[in-house]
């Protein structure tokens, strides 16, 4: 009896330890976004600001009125529950918002999240202290980033904690702030703040919080997913990583994010950090369950991030507020940044076929703002390039119609064996007019149109030491873009997959534009010859041929244009419905060169015979047999053995039936 009853009591006792362990294990929910850039109004899927009419259909994400909705009904959800909410950086640049109010709307809409902590990003330095300090003046929470130091004369110093301790549910919480190394080549912090280095900050951190008895730190990092992984979840003591700077999407359930959420790193203290980032521009709200046992590991961490759409309705207060503070942005579209001394030709079917002066006014302007940071080429798709601009005063609401599409500049290194892969898919797609071709600078090429795709490109080469040399297929190069197409927009995958040490650099691609005519202004357009397309030679050319050919030499050197096949228009781009912005210049003034014959002849009926005279092309005969000049192959394969552009005058042709 005795024997039972002491083995009841140990039964009980050992229940007894079992359940307080249970107790003891701490449940911590954590929302947190990273790299908003300024998106207070709402966005569409290529990230640029949503129309009313999308709005309407429901096709809108993000934006500040809707992503305060998410935040709050996700804490409404978790009543009673352990949470927090993080920020991790890039809350600057993006829109004009920030162009017009320099923090201070961010400011306002980020109070009303009720965030409990951030860290600073680099683009919260593009305009040194003079933005980051009345920005950081507004914030109603704290910022905590260990390796910025603030000089004694600095704007921002005690304003920016090298780390913080929160009380949750009776716990304490530590969390750590850090912004990457790199910070005062990207950005602009100015002479009283240096950036330390981001490992050692932490470490030195996340020692003194252990001293003070502190066993859950939080490493809240604007970094980068790659190095958060490397470096960041390594350090003694970090429990978990909450990051941002790469705009990367971790995801279960997304087939195009860049690994699972959480993604689980091995401590070398023998346990698991769960690492974390949320995409970008508001548009998901991460969601992370971290169960932490009693001396603070991580038991298990699970969660995805929520897709910020229409299932959320926009707060309507905020929507309110946000169409008040955009009344004076329309006066900043109207605002002179420079002069053109001639029309600058952003025509689509120029841009999207040749080389035109828009195209390699935005490549420039790209080029010129990264090249102290070893960039030397630089592509910009065509189909990027919405409108031409007309001589004369140039206004913001002008360069915003070219460039509606909010992207930000993008650098990365690539070999150039991709780069050529890269001008093959500008070229892959001619026959639709796509928006792939690139617009170039720091490089010239050559192309054939009439050779199959991917395998058009002739000749490419690229600046060095002040000349032009042939590229280097071993060759890594310092290459800019725009962040969709960066990102494989416009099909350029080989920059998604290859690129190294890719990062969406900012600022946004319609400054850059603006601040590049400021600059130059009067600006002058043109075209130099760094795109020229080409065509194999004929086996066997005739007397004529070589004569007609030499015509076409004689135009293309003294600047006349080589004809090119005209594009229909509906041909594929990046945005299908990009924002409307009012332009007050003069149309009638812009660049509109159709390049084709006129096409108000009849389509052919029937098959017709022609014979050829001086300046005739399967491309303008395409277009007065059919309408359209993209039919000219139908033409050029009923005549083997002619070359489009040098067609023997004289000799008769066959024109099939449409």
């Not at 024997?3 to 449940?27: C, H, I, K, P, Y």
């Not at 017009?100 to 680099?122: P, Q, R, W």
């Not at 962040?483 to 691609?509: E, Q």
Request: glycine content about 10%; overall charge negative; aromatic content about 6%.
């Amino acid at each position: 009896m005795n024997r039972m009853l002491r083995l009841a009591m140990m039964t009980a006792s050992a229940l007894a330890v079992t359940s307080g362990a249970a107790l003891a294990d701490f449940e911590l929910n954590i929302l947190h976004i990273n790299d908003f850039h300024s998106r207070i109004e709402s966005i569409n899927k290529f990230d640029s600001t949503c129309s009313a009419e999308d709005e309407g259909k429901g096709e809108c994400f993000g934006g500040a009125a809707r992503l305060l909705t998410a935040i709050n009904e996700t804490r409404a959800a978790l009543a009673g529950k352990n949470v927090l909410t993080l920020n991790a950086g890039d809350n600057f640049q993006g829109s004009l918002f920030y162009t017009m109010y320099k923090g201070s709307v961010e400011a306002e809409m980020l109070n009303a999240m009720k965030f409990d902590a951030m860290t600073v990003g680099n683009h919260e330095f593009d305009d040194s202290e003079d933005a980051l300090a009345p920005f950081l003046e507004k914030l109603q929470f704290p910022v905590v980033t260990a390796n910025v130091i603030a000089g004694f004369s600095s704007k921002v110093k005690d304003k920016i904690k090298p780390s913080i301790v929160l009380d949750v549910g009776g716990q304490k919480i530590g969390i750590v702030g850090a912004v990457t190394n790199d910070t005062p080549e990207i950005a602009t912090p100015g002479p009283n703040i240096m950036i330390g280095v981001d490992e050692q900050s932490i470490k030195d951190e996340v020692a003194k919080l252990k001293a003070e008895g502190v066993n859950k730190i939080i490493a809240l990092t604007h970094i980068g997913y790659p190095r958060e992984l490397e470096v960041i979840a390594k350090i003694p003591d970090v429990d978990v990583v909450v990051g941002g700077h790469t705009h990367t999407l971790l995801s279960n359930t997304d087939k195009d994010a860049a690994g699972p959420y959480p993604t689980m790193v091995d401590n070398p203290g023998g346990y698991k950090v769960p690492v974390v980032q949320a995409g970008q521009y508001s548009k998901y709200l991460g969601d992370l369950n971290v169960v932490f046992d009693d001396n603070g590991v991580v038991k298990s961490a699970k969660g995805d991030p929520i897709l910020v759409d229409a299932k959320f309705k926009p707060d309507a207060a905020t929507v309110a507020r946000i169409a008040e503070l955009a009344k004076p942005i329309e006066e900043l579209k109207a605002k002179v940044v420079g002069e053109a001394s001639e029309a600058i030709d952003g025509d689509r079917k120029n841009c999207r076929a040749k080389e035109c002066s828009m195209g390699n006014l935005i490549a420039e302007a790209m080029l010129d703002r990264v090249k102290d940071q070893g960039i030397t080429i630089a592509i910009q798709n065509g189909g990027g390039v919405r409108a031409s601009i007309d001589a004369g005063p140039v206004t913001m609401g002008e360069v915003l119609t070219v460039l509606p599409f909010q992207n930000s500049v993008a650098t990365f290194q690539l070999t150039g064996a991709d780069l050529t892969a890269a001008l093959e898919n500008g070229l892959s797609q001619l026959e639709e007019g796509a928006g792939r071709f690139a617009q170039v600078a720091g490089m010239k090429y050559s192309f054939d149109p009439t050779k199959p795709a991917g395998s058009r490109v002739i000749s490419v080469e690229v600046m060095d030491g002040g000349k032009m040399v042939a590229l280097d297929p071993a060759k890594t190069y310092g290459v800019v873009t725009n962040n969709y197409v960066r990102g494989g927009g416009d099909g350029y995958d080989i920059f998604a997959k290859n690129a190294k040490n890719a990062y969406d650099f900012g600022p946004s691609l319609e400054d850059t534009t603006a601040a590049y005519l400021t600059k130059n202004s009067p600006y002058k357009p043109f075209t130099d010859g760094r795109i020229t397309i080409v065509e194999a030679a004929a086996p066997a050319a005739t007397e004529t041929q070589t004569e007609a050919a030499t015509e076409v030499a004689k135009d293309t050197a003294s600047g006349g244009e080589v004809k090119t096949p005209d594009l229909p228009a509906a041909a594929s781009d990046i945005a299908s419905q990009p924002p409307v912005v009012e332009q007050k210049a003069d149309e009638s003034k812009q660049t509109t060169t159709s390049e084709g014959a006129e096409s108000s002849n009849a389509p052919a009926a029937s098959e017709g015979k022609h014979v050829l005279v001086k300046g005739d092309n399967f491309w303008d005969l395409a277009e007065k047999a059919y309408g359209q000049g993209i039919l000219w192959k139908k033409i050029a394969e009923a005549n083997p053995g002619l070359r489009p552009r040098a067609l023997p005058v004289g000799k008769e042709i066959t024109v099939p039936a449409k």
